[in-house]
């Protein structure tokens, strides 16, 4: 069965960076895009980009444009989203999905940025 | 971008009876393709959001007939003919018809 996999929860402080793992196992992680989505505390859904594991490309929103690096290792199956620059607002959960219609999900990883 | 419209921002329903929630888009999500690219996800507290149904109408892997999609164009519904106490959560819609994929702001539903 499709499983994607997440790292665990960090705390990091302001200014610092973060790099989430989403490891991809029952497909071929190559044949879906893996879009990246955060969650801020009681709020809604936020997308964030997506990569093309199969080709290495990226598109992120705009808000996020030169602070996110999204990479695959498709050796191990596994996708990264790396934010730079964090601040407090980027305290949240961060999911990575599967396909156009983000169909599966990962469990999540809690980013807490404080000082 | 185009903006997602969930009505109503909650939703208070019996066991038994019918749920309906309505999801409005700015722009058409018909794609040249000829699919519409409109879903609707449930998060239940706690976890990821699953997806409920997929291009409109077509319900995902595992979802109980009892959920069902509807629309076309911008406007859009999820019907749920007899509520479950499971079905309890924050439902979403999103559409990936174009860049960047966007989400309503979420329907509570609560027993």
């Known amino acids: 069965q499709v499983q994607l996999v997440q790292s665990g929860a960090e705390v990091k402080k302001p200014g610092a960076s973060v790099k989430v793992s989403c490891k991809a196992s029952?497909?071929?992680?190559?044949?879906?895009?893996v879009h990246w989505v955060r969650q801020a505390p009681g709020q809604g859904l936020e997308w964030m980009g997506w990569l093309s594991p199969k080709s290495g490309s990226t598109k992120s929103a705009q808000k996020f444009q030169g602070r996110v690096t999204m990479t695959g290792d498709t050796s191990i199956s596994t996708a990264y989203m790396e934010l730079s620059g964090l601040t407090s607002d980027d305290t949240a959960v961060y999911y990575c999905?599967?396909?156009?219609?983000?169909?599966?999900w990962g469990q999540g990883t809690l980013i807490t940025v404080s000082s | 971008d185009a903006v997602m419209t969930q009505t109503p921002l909650s939703l208070s329903v019996t066991p038994g009876q019918p749920a309906s929630i309505s999801c409005k888009s700015s722009?058409?999500?018909?794609?040249?393709?000829?699919?519409?690219?409109l879903y609707w996800y449930l998060q239940k507290t706690g976890q990821p959001p699953h997806l409920l149904i997929y291009?409109?109408?077509k319900r995902f892997s595992g979802v109980p007939d009892r959920f069902s999609g509807s629309g076309s164009g911008t406007d859009f519904t999820l019907k749920i003919s007899r509520v479950e106490a499971d079905d309890v959560g924050v439902y979403y819609c999103m559409q990936s018809m174009q860049h960047p994929p966007t989400f309503g702001g979420g329907t509570k539903v609560d027993i």
């Open positions: 291009e409109v109408s």
């Open positions: 722009q058409s999500l018909l794609y040249s393709d000829g699919k519409t690219y």
């Open positions: 999905a599967r396909s156009r219609a983000f169909d599966y």
């Open positions: 029952g497909y071929t992680i190559t044949d879906s895009y």
